[in-house]
């Protein structure tokens, strides 16, 4: 089982409303990510953080924004949502140094109104 | 892109039969994993195999990887039910500047037939 949370798992809001989706990890990793995902379809990676203070955007351009303050977290904000954004976001983190496993959370499904 | 591919898309099979998703890519890569996703939930690790590698067996997996045709075969054997899930083949690349990420497929949409 991974000690990897999200939060909330889901959310449905009305347009122009501000969300942020939390993402923390009990594992020391250094490496966090967050894929998009719609339904049925491959991951797209949005973002991705090496340690904190360090966030790259990822693929796949998002409106979206990250932040990595400290080691644990990497939230996910979206200032203005609109409809396009309805989706299923991802976190995951992995162990620093050559890429291995990437252990998931259980995912926050976003419904933008 | 440089993302693999699985094939077929959608599998339906009885319980009990073997299950056989494969993935393809077009470029060289590191390593290249096999994940699970159960319906709504959030991807599971499956296995990793290094591109020095040829197969690999992790209990009822085997993974098999061709790096000269650029391709992997994920052998479920012996299905159950509880193998019903959506399967992602994600490769390794890796650049220059050592920004090593997992790119991902589909999937494989299986399902196993009570």
């Known amino acids: 089982e991974a000690d990897i949370y999200q939060t909330p798992r889901y959310l449905v809001i009305g347009t122009g409303k501000k969300i942020t989706l939390e993402c923390s990890q009990t594992?020391?990793?250094?490496?966090m990510y967050w894929y998009q995902q719609d339904p049925g379809m491959e991951l797209h990676l949005i973002h991705y953080?090496?340690?904190?203070?360090?966030?790259e955007k990822g693929d796949l351009s998002s409106e979206s924004t990250v932040s990595r303050i400290r080691t644990e977290h990497f939230p996910l904000t979206l200032e203005s949502a609109r409809p396009s954004h309805t989706s299923q976001y991802l976190c995951?983190?992995?162990?620093?140094?050559?890429?291995?496993?990437?252990?998931f959370g259980e995912g926050s499904r976003l419904t933008v109104l | 892109s440089q993302q693999g591919e699985e094939d077929p898309q959608a599998l339906s099979i009885q319980e009990g039969e073997n299950a056989t998703m494969n993935c393809s890519y077009k470029t060289s890569i590191n390593n290249l994993q096999w994940y699970r996703q159960n319906s709504g939930r959030g991807l599971v690790h499956l296995i990793l195999i290094r591109s020095n590698e040829r197969e690999k067996h992790s209990g009822r997996l085997r993974v098999t990887l061709d790096t000269s045709k650029k391709s992997s075969s994920l052998l479920i054997t012996a299905s159950r039910a509880a193998d019903t899930a959506s399967y992602f083949c994600?490769?390794?690349?890796?650049?220059?500047?050592?920004?090593?990420?997992?790119?991902f497929g589909k999937g494989t949409k299986l399902s196993v037939i009570p």
């Open positions: 953080s090496y340690g904190v203070n360090s966030t």
């Open positions: 594992m020391g990793h250094d490496k």
């Open positions: 995951a983190s992995s162990e620093s140094g050559y890429t291995g496993e990437l252990f």
């Open positions: 994600a490769i390794n690349i890796g650049d220059g500047a050592g920004s090593y990420q997992l790119t």
